[in-house]
């Protein structure tokens, strides 16, 4: 568990009133209500600080300023927690697709900005972003995180739907399938590699002024029905 630092309550105050305030929520900070996105914003600050192994109840608690027991009524366990956190990334991911792709209306830039987009929320939110895809950490049959999940596999689908000049169904046909597939593989495997500082040997070969943006945008382009075949 990573420690963090308590405020000093002063020397003129006793010890058992110094505990007594800190065992109580801090009183004001929050409006009604508002304690659970403010354990949400706990919890995300700890996952960019200190990874998924530091995140507790605990110590998204201290982050927050409140009682052990708050993150407990509002998440029940840990896996509540992080399946909430996961939930809110989700939905920050599918509007961050969706405002990369615009007002793009040819089928290849629309998909290539929907890449973009991809990369640029996992290479901004880097814990955030592989706390989403650690499924064996979620409760994946919550409703909220389901329909998080689905709508930012919709981005996709739809995406792929215009590619191909038809509507993607629930059922899939298998060209469908493997054209998903594949785009998908194409952003995620870039946004680990570049996470991971995997791409450094490429991107430090690439002419001056060359960034990783540019990269993916050449890779899009040699790819199957990208932007330029």
Do not use: C
């Amino acid at each position: 568990m990573v420690a963090v630092a308590r405020r000093n309550p002063g020397s003129r105050t006793s010890a058992p009133r110094a505990r007594k305030r800190r065992s109580q929520p801090r009183a004001g900070r929050y409006h009604h209500g508002a304690l659970r996105e403010a354990l949400l914003a706990a919890a995300e600050r700890i996952l960019d600080r200190d990874g998924i192994t530091g995140l507790t109840l605990r110590a998204a608690a201290r982050e927050a300023g409140v009682s052990h027991a708050a993150p407990k009524h509002h998440f029940g366990d840990i896996t509540g927690l992080l399946s909430e956190l996961a939930t809110v990334g989700f939905e920050r991911f599918s509007d961050a697709l969706l405002r990369e792709a615009g007002e793009e209306t040819a089928p290849g830039a629309r998909m290539e900005a929907i890449g973009r987009g991809y990369v640029t929320f996992a290479w901004r939110h880097p814990g955030l972003f592989l706390l989403m895809f650690r499924g064996e950490r979620l409760d994946t049959g919550r409703p909220a995180l389901r329909a998080a999940l689905d709508a930012a596999f919709g981005v996709l689908a739809g995406g792929v739907g215009a590619l191909r000049g038809e509507p993607i169904e629930k059922a899939l046909t298998l060209p469908q399938a493997a054209r998903m597939a594949h785009a998908w593989s194409l952003a995620h495997g870039f946004a680990m590699l570049l996470i991971d500082g995997r791409l450094a040997p490429i991107l430090t070969r690439l002419p001056p002024g060359t960034d990783a943006m540019a990269l993916l945008h050449a890779t899009f382009s040699v790819a199957p029905g990208g932007s330029r075949g």
